[in-house]
């Protein structure tokens, strides 16, 4: 039940007409939030949008009670992100949290990958966090406050089939850090969820994921986020699926061998496996990923 957990602040959610966008909008609103709800309704590759679908969304969270706006707007275009923020200027006259939700999915192998494949995957997701992360930094770097919420995937770790996917998802993870390291004397913080949950996006991964969750299994977490409760949270990647809250650890070198001056190809493969590999689970499981894609079936967790 709502508890009133961001009452009195102005929430911009990106990605909110549909999925786990539209989740965390509605959990915003009941939970005291004045929502500015965006998203240009397309299709799951990018196309064909619809302004409806975020007025539905309006029209939802009106009917339970709550104040929202629409911003029918794309968020790979500054101009985008800039009418985002402002919606939420205009009407409320502040802006405190930021959610990027917004995606789409254009698959392909990495040799079969067009150009406009990646450009289109990597502006809505990359790109169209840093419209509105931008435009919203600017106010909130003067309020002195401010959360934003970056959505990223474990993809990011690599994908086999999604290099422009991944590839977005890995540089959500450093803006989010960036933005967590260069906001911080401003008291404005900034995390990331990479989720799994139910949507027509995991619908189209071609095997069953081995966990699964519901989009209003996410949307808690993004509250918190977003809330004073976690005022000492920042430059975090959290996984959230179902009732599972992971956090990732921080990239650090984890072993190194040194010399005085500078090394030989022959010097490094004679001690290189003193510095070695880390394994990539990813590469070790790939035959199982292929069964399971082959059969429809579950890979072990
Ligand atoms: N569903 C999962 O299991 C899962 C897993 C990992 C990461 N994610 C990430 O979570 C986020 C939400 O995914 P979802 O499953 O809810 O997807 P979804 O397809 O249900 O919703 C995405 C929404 O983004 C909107 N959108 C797309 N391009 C836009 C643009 N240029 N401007 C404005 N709006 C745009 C769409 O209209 C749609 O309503 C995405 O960033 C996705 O990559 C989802």
Redesign the pocket.
Known sequence: MASGFLEGKVVAI??????????CALACAAEGAKVVV???????A?ED?KSE?ADAVVAEIAAAGGEARSA??????MA?GAHIVQTALDAWGRIDGVV??????RERMLFNMSEDEWDAVV???LK?HFTVFRHAAAVMRKQESGSLVG?????FAGSVAQAN?SAA?GGIVSLVRSAAAGLYRYGVRANA??????????AN?PME?AE?GE?ED?APFVVYLLSDAAKDVTGQVYTV?GGRIAVWNQPAEVREIRKEGRWTPEEIAGRFDEVGVERMTLIDRLEEYRKAAATGEKPNN
């Open positions: 990106t990605g909110a007409g549909g999925g786990i966008g539209r989740a965006a998203d240009i309704g397309v299709s799951l990018g949008p679908v029918a707007d794309d968020v790979s275009t985008g990027a939700v917004a995606g789409i999915l502006a809505t997701h169209g959505f990223t995937s474990g993809a996917y998802k969820v990479a989720p799994i949950a139910r949507t027509r996006m995991s991964v994921l699964m989009p996410v699926v």
